[in-house]
DNA sequence: TCTGTGTCATTGGTCCGTCCAATCGACAAC
DNA sequence: GTTGTCGATTGGACGGACCAATGACACAGA
């Protein structure tokens, strides 16, 4: 009866953008776009797509947003040569949308961060070790709330990175992003000693590579900071806004 | 000098696209816009933000391919009430962009799910455990290996469901799907004895309320499934293609 | 020769209007 | 009451236009 334009019973993703993406995967599965290439000009993919170029357009603006590539007027359309900031956006979203809770992402930094800080400690270079011990001087000589909170990310962003693991890296920084800008607020009555304590611990135990040791001296100040901040469990997505 | 219309040090964030999903990030934060709520016409939100409709429908089209809302001609736009599919895409590009290998994944596998199927043992429900038995029958009754490999992935797909954290399980759900993706090639090889032998076992242990028992099994079950398909340890970019 | 400068083609950013197709609701016909 | 039809609405795609930023290049001046 109905002309089926699209195969019955699949889904209806022949929309073009949905298309140009899958295309664009396969050219750099292929090799064919490697990492931190140039692509073609917008008005070139459009032709050689054959497409129009709002519909380009639509397709390397969900790229770029994604972290995927950077565009520059009067210059060209560049592939990132890592998903720094992939999760970042869908993280954001996912809170807002499922309304997580500080509960829950305590949770999830319950259940994992102690692991890669014990991964951290087996694998830290002294690259790592040094950028752990400029987070905690930067959180000790911190004159403003946004100073502290931004070293102490640097600190756990440095754990993430001595583990080695790139998802868990990009992952939880997105997760901590959330989460300190939830936290802004309420940051001033909350101690700067507790954090600072365990940051020393951690850091003692990474150098010393105490993989055990690491790995709950991490759980502890997970734990603790949990307790210092999270009486309440209500949904985070009042505090997400745009940057 | 230079006449700077973006403030001076201030990142280049005039982009059109990043202000309005900035904005309509904070229409979801303050409540005006739920999920599941309907969004006005594009040529509405165009005039209300005061843009071009082809700049709002960047925005959407952004929106849309992450999962954050879905668009229906003749009908409208629609807030996502669930972000179910909101790591998909990027951790597709995750691993394209970073060429993550298998032992990354696994890695990450090893290091969270053990512990998530802990939780499921503690919280699951009736029906996550008989989601995870008919993800065992399944198995038993697949007959080609797309159907033993989505079996595969309900089960998995189940525990992390039990296991209540919801980052977890959209996060293992978008790894799942690209392993999977990868290993569709070389499952023929591998046999069906091993996972689903893991799968009764973690099931019992889950039925049973053994946290620890289930944290056991599971722990097995990615070791043993990483030694049948992992010696190779190059980048799965090559084996990620659009679906 | 080297340096600075200005020109100009390229390229992404935005806007405009147009047409198409799917959908939904109201209304007429049976 | 049911069915069919028509029209308004809405997202999807197209084509063209202009702007502003960029970079390459030729040219003039030191």
Redesign the interface.
Known sequence: MAKTATAPGERP?NRI???L???I??L????ALA?GAKLPPERTLARDFGVNR?SV???L???E??G?LSQRVGDGTY?????ET??N??I???V???D?SQH??F??RL??EP??TA?AAERATAEDISALRNAILGMERSKTTRERLHADMAFHEAIFRASG????H??FRG?HRTLLMSMGQLSDRVSIEHPLMFHRRIYSAIRERDAEGARKAMQEHIADARSLVGQENSGL???????
């Open positions: 993703d953008t949905a298309r993406i899958g295309r995967k396969n750099i599965a292929s090799g990492p709002a357009r639509q397709v603006k969900v790229l947003i994604m995927v592939l990132s040569d890592s998903a992939i999760l956006e869908p954001d979203f996912l807002l949308l499922d997580l829950e992402l949770e999830t259940m994992i692991e890669l991964r693991n790139r998802i868990c990009l992952l997760i997505r009042r505090h997400v806004r745009s940057r």
